[in-house]
């Protein structure tokens, strides 16, 4: 039996005539197979990663398993059509705190078409994307039985400004409502679920030292999905913070060069996590912001 993902933050969603993912109860997810070139390039994408030998294994465990793709009923009732089956990376949790959180100064590719260039030039000027090298797509933060997840409209997350994702960054990890607009963020669950040797910074710091060598792939357009539980963390048990990258449909080959976009984003949203742990810390912001301006001189050869 197949039915529509309880967790899902960002991305189109299944409905009533509308095509979206699905999910099974053997903790497999089903993403539609794209009909243009983005299905082909992000199944190219997982065959040509999930054979690669040069990718570490403390690499591999950021990036959802691959099972391969499969004809399944679509959500949209237009019948049985190819989906890309994947690790289901909520299945194992119970009310999960997700972030979706799109990486890159930009969000197209150099090969792409003029419009879609021009679409994604706009919606990175009108985001935080060309700002913070980063924007956030979706969430949900779980508060409590009563309550449950406050999980905001997509019209609202299209509106963050820097200021706004900074807070909801803060609220992420914090004890109190995050619709309460008159309580400052606690952050009272930032040192377990961002820090520790295997909280999400660490993990963050991990990716981010990968991508400083690998030139193997240029990952434009994708995403770092966050989670935690907090039920876990209010039991006195691990809160099972972790991290996984996502979407990979507009995935190039790196061809020798550094993937300074992602990474430059990367370390901005690092800096962020950092400060909201620890405070600025001189040293890693220095080295985010080279990257980043590193990114920035990159793209101006190529920017619309």
């Not at 060309?130 to 979706?138: A, T, V």
Request: charged share 25%.
């Amino acid at each position: 039996m197949l039915k529509v993902p309880d967790h899902q933050v960002a991305g189109h969603k299944a409905g009533k005539g509308k095509l979206g993912p699905l999910v099974d109860d053997s903790g497999c997810f089903y993403k539609p197979y794209q009909c243009d070139d983005r299905g082909s390039k992000e199944v190219a994408f997982y065959t040509s990663f999930s054979s690669n030998t040069k990718i570490p294994a403390h690499i591999r465990r950021f990036f959802p398993v691959f099972y391969g793709t499969k004809l399944v009923e679509a959500s949209d009732g237009s019948g049985l059509s190819p989906h890309i089956v994947l690790q289901d990376l909520v299945s194992n949790r119970n009310n999960p705190s997700i972030m979706d959180i799109k990486i890159g100064a930009r969000t197209w590719y150099p090969q792409a078409s003029d419009d879609y260039i021009e679409r994604c030039f706009q919606k990175d000027r009108e985001t935080t994307t060309s700002l913070l090298g980063f924007r956030i797509s979706g969430l949900q933060i779980y508060e409590n039985k009563e309550s449950g997840f406050w999980k905001p409209v997509k019209k609202l997350v299209q509106a963050f400004n820097v200021e706004d994702v900074q807070l909801v960054l803060r609220k992420f990890v914090s004890s109190n409502s995050p619709t309460d607009s008159n309580s400052v963020p606690d952050c009272s669950f930032a040192p377990s679920v961002y820090g520790g040797s295997s909280g999400i910074l660490a993990q963050l710091l991990e990716l981010k030292e990968w991508f400083e060598d690998q030139t193997i792939y240029n990952l434009n357009s994708c995403s770092v999905l966050m989670v935690y539980e907090k039920e876990s963390l209010l039991k006195g048990t691990s809160p099972g913070a972790e991290i996984k990258l996502v979407d990979f449909a507009h995935v190039i080959e790196g061809t020798g060069i550094i993937d300074h976009n992602f990474l430059g984003g990367l370390c901005s949203l690092i800096k962020i996590i950092s400060e909201i742990l620890t405070g600025p810390d001189e040293h890693t912001n220095k080295a985010c912001l080279q990257d980043m301006e590193k990114n920035s001189v990159i793209d101006n050869g190529t920017n619309k």
